[in-house]
């Protein structure tokens, strides 16, 4: 119940969804309340009346070819229609959709079974299927939905079937299937709640088409039996006079256009109002660039001047963070996910952000190039300087030049954050034609180069690869040599090993530290394992809920770590022994230079 | 890849067979004659048995198929009755028409719906996702024969620019240009539907993919807007609106009568439903097994192209 | 995004282009475009069966007779003239003399036995190239025989009176018996004749150009060229026709007439043919099984709110079973079923039928039905005001007339029906004799029987004087009417526009389309 009021809410709070809500129940409401309605005998003629036009005196919306109140029969013809269009979909949809999801989560023979039947029902000719019908079951308005619901299966089982065999293969459906769950009920709990988009929106879209579509059958006696109205044979029957008397037509059509719109933002909101991802506030696609908006006044400490926050050196810094305000907007009002942090890096230093989740660190390290999905995040107060030139305030180009160029950033989930469909070689190469007019040869032997720099088995044969293709680790090791494309000043690590096991996990920070120190980099590397950031990062930040509770030198911070939150992120650490390992490898970093 | 269409098309032959048995039945068993059509209120019993024994519809119905069976493996797909002449060469003529109009619909549906729906995800909420939608809408609850008839008042009757029916002019067409100014109503018609369909999956995958990560990754290398929309996050959508371009085809390749009897193109869909009407099962025969196989050819062709654009979908 | 900026320029461009393309070149003066409703089938005149056909074949074809402009009086056409045995059985035609084909093939009297053959004999070497749907209107032919190349004689089995107007129907139109020899089942689309037009080509669903024939024995035709253009949707024809694009606009749909009404640079054509909409009553079971229900039905339609209003003024109500284009058989005194509602009332009351129950069989289209779907709503709403509830049953027409013609017992009470014949013998005599019951293989779906009528009608058919035969029709009509099997509804007024330009314009009462004398300014 609850989950029902839930969505309603979600549904309601969408206002494109809210307002075809309306329409759709006043619609509705009308049709509904047809026998209670002053209106006029929908089926009485009157011939010398015929074609009367709107505002004519007794009838609203004119006269029809028979003289009959146009407007009793729109009413009337709605009620018929709406039951009709609205029953024809769901039934359509529910098989269409059955057959496409079995189709595409099975696959292999069943998959090609189901679809040849669909193909062979999708070419069968609709007319002598429709006359097939007649000789059945005989004329009549209900015959047609059997005909519109046939016709129309094939539309929902390609589209589903498409989804679902997109999916088949998605790590989700790989967990659950590991996890020993049935067949049906990962379609039912794993593919079907990704499909209903599809399923919604093509419910909405065809809604009208099959009102409009027992119009087309009626002249095979596979409509409403005269004298009753429906929407499809209004548009018939006014056919005949659409050059002289347009609003017989323009009526049902108008009212056709009024359901389809409303069901299609109603099916919007739904899709939205369903989708698990969307679930906080209005979905909305990211911007290029979070947005920035430093109301100065509005945010207490924000009159610190810019890059000289206390503690902070003021110059040679690569990168000085103060003062950064991020925000997500959310229904009620903006939330502050970073608050007030201030940090820098020195040219060639490593600085470590660790925190549990939720903590900020993520949010800070998008922050910096305004990576930040926006909306529904926002900027919103304080500097971010990079050799001395504030991001904040960078117009699109100028930013768009730095990403990937002087700062680059490796990602948590190569599986992600690699594009799917792209060879892996192709998109390092993009990366560096992004920032360097060399020809595309020239880009792609240097690929290569970074592919064995980055430790790839046969960088070339690697380089022809989709990522799917690749191990986890060899992602990773893609999506760095695609960081370092364009030998960038600062690389931004935003838990770079997390989702690999722990042996890759060594070798993948083995070669970051290695590529690091050979190269000369600034690097930030985010993590919410000490383990991690001690292995190899200079100093360390230690962010809890939102804000940089302790900063400092990475051994002093681990052995002698003074806000309580940083001793429990130490204790934290889980093996036995570990801490022994974590000492010995800060030790051998001391070592190294 | 090969294989894998190669056995697709072998599957056209149970499906064709299929399809022609079935077809076969229903016009057996649904009431009317072609001895009907002919005669219209003239049929006496006593003249529909010799039109049907001139027909050869008299003979018993398995006799009846596997001689039309016999005649379609050498290659003759019999003569219809309706109209005097061989099937194939009625249906070859009305196919090329039907393949013109359906073809040049299909391109211009994806383009359009492609675009709309492109603009309409990037604009997100803005005016131009409003009016695109907006558009959409109006699109495809307009009944055809409405918008067909309104776009020839316009363009025929009140302005004269292009020609209001027909698919060459009477006299001195025949060339290119000239199919083109009759092709430019019927196409257009006839795309406004399925870009619809088009332009509402687009948006809706563009905006599905342009929240994901890997659009992120696109953005921090450094890429400009144009190439992150269209090179990474239009080319992840596309694989989701492949398939459904697909069942355009479909829908424009057999349904579009509407267009076909508005604007008098001599296309197939048309000549079916007359063929239907006159239950001239020769012609019905040829006209399904043609739309059968291109609408199987089309499906494949889209199917090819997703696995293309998708290697993670196992061949 | 400049990259879909791009693409939408592209687009627009290319939209320009092809509006702006030059546009083709105009038809020539001398040519007619002549909008149909539909593609011929067939041109051969013996496989047709459809009037849309007939209005090209006319053009192509002449018979040994022919309808005299203006009527459905028979006149001598390729045969000069004919005599008549006193038996009435035998029939010799004389021929024109030095009558070609387009082919060139001399048109003598073994070409016309040729043809008649053909139709007739299954065993003639042109057999295959039918079926010949309407053959049984030369059924009563025994033989053909070429007397001398330029006499030809028809023996009959019996008595005929309608077998000249039947001579001078499409279906005795003739052909080139080399052309049919060479062409075989082609000829349809290659066809030969000896009309003041010859075929010259025919694109499959656009097009069927006939052009002058310059060695026409008569008065050669004053166009070059006649285009049929087939354009199906009605509404397109009228743009069409609107636009330009055609020149002659045939079966104009009542609600688009009023376009050309009112504009000018158009002229109307109208005129009334042998045509009778009617609802077949089923008088073998059910109410209408009472003379006073049938009655009633024919009171409580109001048949000129259907004429006048429904199909604006494109037809007339009907007072009985004959049309007045059968100037020398239709009875002008009878007074029909005026609308009287009151009057239908009171006979129910009588036969005790108030509030019957009725099932209607609807048609959603077909040949001479008019405007069958709202012609039928308006039925319906007629019959519920003096208390009869109609069931209405919409039918596909292949499908409605596979229910209607074996008969309506046990599915219908009423079913509508349209005929257009070009005789007054053919429609009486094949539907409402007692031996053209379903049963015996006639079209009497209703199963009336009236001896009286029966013997009547035998009289006309085998009568040839006909002062004798108008005066055995006017008997016939008046007993129809009476008994009324049918409900009489309608006569169709066939109707046209043209330009202005066109010139010599007009329609006949047997709806064929004679464009010899037609002119374009």
Known sequence: MTGAAAFLRRLLRNRLAAAGLILLVLVVLLAAAAPLLPLADPDATAPVRRLAPPFSEGAWLGTDTLGRDILSRLIWGTRLSLAVGISASLLAALLGSVVGLVAGYAGGRTDALLMRGIDTLMAFPYLLLALAIVAALGPGLLNALYAVVAVNIPFFARNVRGAAAGLRNREFVDAARLSGMGGLRILLSEVLPNVMPVIVITLSTTIGWMILETAGLSFLGLGSQPPQADLGSMLGEGRRALINAPHVTAVPGVMVFLIVMSMNLVGDGVRDAIDPRLRSGLPARPSAATRVARATASVPGAAVPAGAAPGEPASGALLAVSDLRTAFEGPSGPVDAVKGVSFHVMPGE???????????????????????????????????????????????????????????????????????????????????????????????????ELFAAVKLPDPASMAQAFPHELSGGQRQRVSIAMALANDPDLIIADEPTTALDVTVQAEILDLLDALRRSRRLAMIFISHDFGVIARICDRVAVMHRGEIVETGEARQILARPRHPYTRRLIAAVPVLGRAREILRASERAEELP | MAAYALGRILALVPVLFGLSLIVFLIMALIPGDPALAILGPYATPENVARINRDLGLDRSLPVQYLSWLGNVLSGDLGRSYSLNRPVLDEVAERFSATLILAGTALLLASVLGLLAGIVSAVRQFGLADKLVTLAVLVGISLPSFWLGLLLILLFAVRWRLLPASGMYAIYGGGDLADLLRHLVLPAVTLAIVAAGVIARLTRSAMLEVLRQDFVRTARAKGLGEGRVILGHALRAAMVGVIPVIGIQAGFVLGGAVYIETVFQWPGIGRMLVDAIAKRDVLLVQGGVLVVATCYVLFNLAADLLQRLLDPRIAP | MPEIRAALGAILLAAGLAVAAPAAAQVPDDVLVVGQIAEPASLDPAVSTATNDFRILINLYEGLVRYRPGTLEVEPALAESWTLSEDGLTYEFRLRQGVRFHDGTPLDAAAVKFNFERMLDKDHPAAATGPFPLAFFFSSVDRVEAVDPRTVRFTLKERFAPFLSNLAYPTGLLVSPAAVTKRGKEFGRNPVGTGPFRFAEWQGGQQVTVERNPDYWGDPAKLQAVVFRPVADANTRAAEMLSGGIDVMVEVPPDTLSQFRDGDGFRIHEQAGPHLWFLILNTREGPLKDRRVRQAVNYAIDKRAIAENILQGTAIPAKGPMAPAFQWAFDPTLEGYPHDPDRARALLKEAGAEGARLTFYVAEGGSGMLDPLAMGTAIQADLATVGLDVRIETYEWNTFLAHVNPGLEGKADMAEMAWMTNDPDTLPYLTLRT??????????????????????????????????????????????????????????????????????????????????????K
């Open chain 1, 350 to 448: 490593c600085l470590g952000i660790i925190g549990e989740s939720g903590s900020g660190k993520s949010v800070t390290a998008l922050s910096i190039a305004r990576l930040v999905a926006s909306p529904p995040g926002v900027v919103r107060g304080g500097t971010v300087r990079f050799n001395g030139a504030d991001l904040l305030a960078l117009p699109a180009g100028p930013l768009q030049r730095l990403r990937g160029g002087r700062i680059a950033y490796v990602f948590q989930d190569p599986l992600t954050t690699l594009h799917p469909l792209m060879r892996v070689g192709a998109q390092v190469t993009e990366a560096i034609r992004a920032h360097a007019p060399v020809p595309a040869a020239e880009a792609g032997r240097r690929t290569i």
């Open chain 3, 435 to 520: 031996e053209a019951q379903p049963q015996n293989g006639g079209f009497n779906s209703g199963y009336y029987s009236n001896p009286e009528l029966d013997h009547i009608l035998e009289r006309g058919r085998r009568s040839s004087d006909r002062a004798e035969r108008a005066e055995l029709y006017r008997q016939a009509q008046r007993i129809i009417v009476e008994d009324a099997p049918w409900a009489f509804v309608a006569h169709w007024k066939q109707n046209a526009v043209t330009t202005a330009a066109v010139q010599g314009f007009a329609l006949q009462p047997s709806f064929f389309l004679l464009l010899d004398d037609v002119t374009k």
